[in-house]
């Protein structure tokens, strides 16, 4: 499971200027970012592949918290609901080339690294709802170029809300809205 970290505490930040009604999290890991949201929305669902972090994050991060809803599954494939905010700290790494530590689905986010993101990117249209918004984090060692590419054709407005320099790599928390039109969903596909 992952535990909160760096990005975790970047993101968290953030995620705090936020309010609303439903907010979902793509990737809880611990539910520390999930907690944050439960705080600010009416109910929050967050989902996760490692059944692990959904039965940590049930019984000890998000024990006390009722307006919640945990769920193991991709992404949010799971999900028939539309939501105001969707966030991410998804896995951005790109995977390494030796193939050491390729397993680690919690970090390694594909080849160029930003093909988790980029599927993820995929699963919102269903899920938004109209007028609301997505928070991604992004590495500079991930193929950034591609995905903005990719994130033009499908949302009107990009912005980059914050960024921040670490030893080897800079991390930057976008926020999207206004997707252009759903079935350009294809683009995404890798
Ligand atoms: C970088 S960690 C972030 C965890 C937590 N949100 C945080 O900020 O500390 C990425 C998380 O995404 C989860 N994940 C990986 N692939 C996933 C998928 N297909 N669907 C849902 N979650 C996934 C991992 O298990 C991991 O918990």
């Not at 059944?51 to 307006?67: E, G, M, P, Q």
């Not at 397993?103 to 109209?130: H, R």
Request: aromatic share 12%; proline share 4%.
């Amino acid at each position: 499971m992952y535990r909160p970290a760096e990005d975790t505490f970047f993101m968290a930040d953030i995620i705090k200027n936020y309010k609303g009604n439903f907010a979902l999290e793509v990737g809880i890991g611990s539910g520390y970012l999930t907690r944050s949201l439960c705080s600010n929305f009416d109910f929050v669902v967050g989902t996760d592949i490692n059944f692990d972090s959904i039965v940590y994050a049930k019984s000890t991060t998000l024990y006390n918290y009722r307006n919640k809803l945990l769920i193991c599954t991709s992404l949010g494939s799971a999900l028939k609901f539309k939501f105001d905010l969707i966030i991410s700290n998804p896995p951005y790494l790109p995977n390494d080339p030796q193939g050491i530590g390729f397993e680690d689905n919690a970090v390694y986010g594909g080849k160029e690294g930003i093909e988790f993101t980029l599927q993820f990117l995929n699963s919102i249209p269903p899920l938004i709802k109209e007028n609301g918004k997505i928070l991604l984090l992004r590495s500079s060692l991930s193929n950034i170029k591609k995905m903005d590419n990719l994130i033009g054709e499908c949302f009107y407005q990009q912005r980059v809300l914050a960024r921040k320099n670490l030893f080897f790599e800079s991390l930057e928390i976008v926020e999207l809205a206004g997707i252009k039109n759903s079935t350009t969903s294809d683009v995404h596909k890798n």
